[in-house]
Structures are given as structure tokens and as C-alpha cells.
């Protein structure tokens, strides 16, 4: 079956980084893509941003530009978000879950089915002094 | 930027109710690229509906999904004790990816 399965969870002080990884199983790696959204203790679903999977091409939401790296090891079926310069208020749980490869210019990607279907476990990462 | 806005914020049903919950986009989006999840404490949130109207695997035909344009709506009939939670309505149609902010559906 279809599995995302993350790494633990994390405890970072602010200013550090972290990086989640998100190995995959059960389907064709290459083939899809990999989204990463957030989400705050009792809050709603924050998307980060997409990688494909077979290509390697990125797409970052505005708000993490600048701070988010996100990669894939193909061989591993495995992806990566790495988040930099970490603040109080980037504790949460993060997740990965596996969605269309997009197609993407300069501006924008679009994409189609499958919406994002399966979901990594989440990983809590909390930052503080 | 489609912004997502579901209503009510909060729906207190009984079991074997019939709950209604709505996702309003600030445009128009084709019906293609609208999803609902739930999501239970503690846990990711599972893939209900796609395409604005086809359920996912596995998910019980109590569960439908209407609607295009900018009002998208999603029911839930005949409550079972396991569907109390929060769902979300998703748009993938471009990025940034959005979600609605949620509709808690507890038990009255």
C-alpha cells in the first residue's frame, strides 16, 4: 500500500534549522509529486510548497520564500523540506503528501489529479529558547 | 491568490443528522480541482472528495460532494459517531495551493 512515512519530531531553538524527510512506498516515485503543508497547534492547513518528484522543479510559497529548501532523493524515494531561520511561530506539525506533477512556468504551477491523496504522518517540529 | 472560506466555523449535530458544510472560492475554479478532507485529532488529514464530487477509495457514499463555480458544498448524511471532526475544502488547481479554514462538525 501507498505510504508516506516521516521523520520524527523535532525540537529546535529559534534561529536554527530543520530538515523533515518523507520516504515514500507502495507507488512509482518519480511519477508524482510531493507537497509539504503546515499546520499550527488548533489551526488550519498552511501550504509551503511542491517539488516533482521526477524533475526536481520547485515552487515555494511566498511567505517561506527565501527560507525553504525542498529536495528529493529519487534513489530513496525520498523528499526533504528544509526550513531555515526558525521562529516560535514555525511550531507545528508538518507534513508531506504526494500529488500531481505539475506543470509549471516562471509564475505558477498547475496541476491536476491527484489532489494531494496520501499523508505523511506528520512531524512536529517546536521551536524554543 | 483563490482564497477558500467554508462556513459555518462550527456545526453541532447529532448522530444521524444530516450535516451541510460550504466552501465559497474568491473565483471561479473548475469543479475538477476542488477536494474536501477530514481530519481527526491528532491525526493527517484523509482525502474524502476530489473533482468536487467523486469520493475518494474507500470512503462511504454517505459522503457527497456538489457544486462549481465559487460555491462548492459537501454532505455528510446520516452522521456516524466516526465522522465528528474537521473538514477542510482544498483547491489544486494552481499554486499556492489553498485550503478553506475549516468546519468542525461535533457532536450536539
Known amino acids: 500500500q501507498i505510504q508516506l512515512v516521516q521523520s520524527g519530531p523535532e525540537v529546535k531553538k529559534p534561529g536554527a534549522s530543520v530538515r523533515v524527510s518523507c520516504k515514500a512506498s507502495?507507488?512509482?516515485?518519480?511519477?508524482?509529486?510531493i507537497t509539504w503543508v503546515r499546520q499550527a497547534s488548533g489551526q488550519g492547513l498552511e501550504w509551503m510548497g511542491y517539488?516533482?518528484?521526477?524533475?526536481?522543479?520547485?515552487k515555494y510559497a511566498q511567505s517561506f520564500q527565501g527560507r525553504v529548501t525542498m529536495t528529493t532523493d529519487t534513489s530513496a524515494s525520498t523528499a526533504y523540506m528544509e526550513l531555515r531561520g526558525l521562529k516560535s511561530d514555525d511550531t507545528a506539525v508538518y507534513y508531506c503528501?504526494?500529488?500531481?506533477?505539475?506543470?509549471?512556468?516562471?509564475?505558477?504551477?498547475?496541476?491536476?489529479?491527484?489532489?494531494?491523496?496520501?499523508w505523511g504522518q506528520g512531524t512536529l517540529v517546536t521551536v524554543s529558547s | 491568490e483563490i482564497v477558500l472560506t467554508q462556513s459555518p466555523g462550527t456545526l453541532s449535530l447529532s448522530p444521524g443528522e444530516s450535516a451541510t458544510l460550504s466552501c465559497r472560492t474568491s473565483?471561479?475554479?473548475?469543479?475538477?480541482?476542488l477536494a474536501w478532507y477530514q481530519q481527526k485529532r491528532g491525526q493527517a488529514p484523509r482525502l474524502l472528495i476530489y473533482?468536487?464530487?467523486t469520493r475518494a477509495t474507500g470512503i462511504p457514499d454517505r459522503f457527497s460532494g456538489s457544486g462549481s463555480g465559487t460555491d462548492f458544498t459537501l454532505t455528510i448524511s446520516r452522521l456516524e459517531p466516526e465522522d465528528f471532526a474537521v473538514y477542510f475544502c482544498?483547491?489544486?488547481?494552481?499554486?499556492?495551493?489553498?485550503f478553506g479554514g475549516g468546519t468542525k462538525v461535533e457532536i450536539k
Open positions: 507502495g507507488y512509482t516515485f518519480n511519477s508524482y509529486g
Open positions: 473533482g468536487a464530487s
Open positions: 503528501a504526494r500529488l500531481s506533477v505539475g506543470h509549471c512556468t516562471n509564475d505558477i504551477c498547475y496541476f491536476s489529479y491527484p489532489p494531494p491523496d496520501h
Open positions: 473565483q471561479s475554479i473548475s469543479s475538477t480541482y
Open positions: 482544498h483547491q489544486y488547481r494552481n499554486s499556492p495551493l489553498t
Open positions: 517539488i516533482s518528484a521526477p524533475k526536481g522543479n520547485v
